[in-house]
């Protein structure tokens, strides 16, 4: 099973940008869904951003406009690009992948450590 291992967060003042990247161990070429998420304190685990095999995306409302997800199977990583960020983007980010359903339900592989993002307004 392929391991993940995210990087990139930080504490940024709102407005600010951050650009996440999720390592995998081995290839993602396969992989036909790849997804980011985040955790908040006492809040689910949400999806944010999804991206197929063939480059389609998904964005959840809140962060429409502002990141932008993308995937280079050539490097085996994942990126999410974070821009004008606010406070309320203040989370722990997971990537995962799968099927397009178990990365929509949050059911795909082992989950990592994630990478902690705080906004500061």
């Known amino acids: 099973q392929v391991q993940l291992v995210e990087s990139g967060g930080g504490s940024v003042q709102a407005g600010g940008s951050l650009r996440l990247s999720c390592a995998a161990s081995g290839s993602i070429a396969s992989i036909n869904t790849m997804g980011w998420y985040r955790q908040a304190p006492d809040k689910q685990r949400e999806l944010v951003a999804l991206i197929t095999s063939g480059g389609r995306t998904t964005y959840t409302d809140s962060v429409k406009g502002r990141f932008t997800i993308s995937r280079d199977n050539a490097k085996n990583t994942v990126y999410l690009q974070m821009n004008s960020l606010k406070p309320e983007d203040t989370a722990v980010y997971y990537c995962?992948?799968?099927?397009?359903?178990?990365?929509?339900?949050?059911?795909?592989?082992?989950w990592g450590q994630g990478t902690q993002v705080t906004v500061s307004s």
């Open positions: 995962n992948g799968g099927s397009f359903l178990s990365v929509v339900r949050a059911q795909g592989g082992s």
